[in-house]
């Protein structure tokens, strides 16, 4: 298993944001979170990546112990955390963004060959190489979030609210691109605001309520469910 989080319980002060977790995503598999504002999904995110302490429970990335590991040694370990509201390097160029992704390497001539590949995946990216990320678009700025992450050779990219914000031709192009970094055998854990494209896009999917897990199961299978289409799919 590439991740398992067993019984996880965070807290902001006295209060309960995440009660009793627990979740699993495979390798190269898909898994979405699927739930209302403040349900406790993007604190799930900024544990697994050491943003925020654990008050309990257990975090294992590839069968190690990381809930008490700083951000830099996760990152390091192959996990990449790609924020909402995409936090760009606003002052410095497109390109200066992408090589912050792979601050962690040392391998340049992967680096390089990953920085091609990026721009084959990414071509807007390319074309404005030189210009201040901070006068992209918030589409074009979501690109480079995400691949300013794969820079890092994650073997689990954390997405947490890809689609936020952006017109509905930039959605697609967002659900585009998850589809074809799921392609790459790279494990995913998506928080969606776009409940039918996270249901879409993933293998498997838990339903989240108020820090608890409401309900769980095959994507394709919740995304026909009764309560899951009125409470979240709108009907």
Same mark, same amino acid.
């Given at each position: 298993?590439?991740?398992?989080?067993?019984?996880?319980?965070?807290?902001?002060?006295?209060?309960?944001?995440?009660?009793?977790?627990?979740?699993?995503?495979? *390798?190269?598999?898909?898994?979405?979170?699927?739930?209302?504002?403040?349900?406790?999904? +993007? +604190?799930?995110?900024?544990?697994?990546?050491?943003?925020? &302490?654990?008050? &309990?429970? *257990?975090?294992?990335?590839?069968?190690?112990?990381?809930?008490?590991?700083?951000?830099?040694?996760? @990152?390091?370990?192959?996990?990449?955390?790609?924020?909402?509201?995409?936090? @760009?390097?606003?002052? $410095?160029?497109?390109? *200066?963004?992408?090589?912050?992704?792979?601050?962690?390497?040392?391998?340049?001539?992967?680096?390089?060959?990953?920085?091609?590949?990026?721009? #084959? #995946?990414?071509?807007?990216?390319?074309?404005? &190489?030189?210009?201040?990320?901070? #006068?992209?678009?918030?589409? =074009?700025?979501? $690109?480079?979030?995400?691949?300013?992450?794969?820079?890092?050779?994650?073997?689990?990219?954390?997405?947490?609210?890809?689609?936020?914000?952006?017109?509905?031709?930039?959605?697609?192009?967002?659900?585009?691109?998850?589809?074809?970094?799921?392609? $790459?055998?790279?494990?995913?854990?998506?928080?969606?605001?776009? &409940?039918?494209?996270?249901?879409?896009?993933?293998?498997?999917? %838990?339903?989240? =309520?108020?820090?608890?897990?409401?309900?769980?199961?095959?994507?394709?299978?919740?995304?026909?469910?009764?309560?899951?289409?009125?409470? %979240?799919?709108?009907?």
């Amino acid at each position: 298993m590439l991740l398992e989080v067993k019984d996880l319980w965070v807290h902001y002060d006295r209060i309960e944001a995440v009660k009793g977790v627990s979740l699993q995503v495979k *390798e190269g598999s898909t898994v979405a979170f699927v739930g209302a504002n403040g349900a406790g999904k +993007t +604190t799930i995110l900024r544990t697994i990546s050491g943003l925020k &302490s654990p008050t &309990s429970g *257990e975090i294992r990335f590839n069968g190690r112990p990381i809930e008490r590991k700083d951000a830099a040694d996760i @990152v390091k370990l192959g996990i990449a955390h790609c924020p909402e509201g995409r936090r @760009v390097f606003p002052f $410095m160029t497109v390109l *200066e963004n992408l090589q912050m992704g792979a601050f962690i390497r040392t391998d340049e001539a992967g680096i390089r060959n990953d920085l091609d590949h990026i721009y #084959t #995946t990414f071509p807007k990216l390319k074309e404005r &190489s030189k210009q201040k990320a901070g #006068t992209l678009s918030g589409g =074009e700025q979501q $690109m480079l979030a995400i691949a300013r992450a794969l820079l890092s050779k994650p073997k689990l990219l954390l997405l947490d609210e890809p689609s936020l914000g952006l017109a509905p031709i930039m959605v697609q192009q967002v659900a585009h691109i998850i589809a074809e970094i799921r392609q $790459m055998g790279i494990g995913i854990l998506l928080v969606e605001q776009n &409940s039918v494209m996270a249901l879409r896009l993933a293998d498997y999917a %838990y339903v989240l =309520e108020t820090g608890n897990v409401f309900m769980e199961g095959i994507a394709s299978e919740l995304l026909c469910n009764p309560k899951v289409k009125e409470a %979240y799919l709108g009907g």
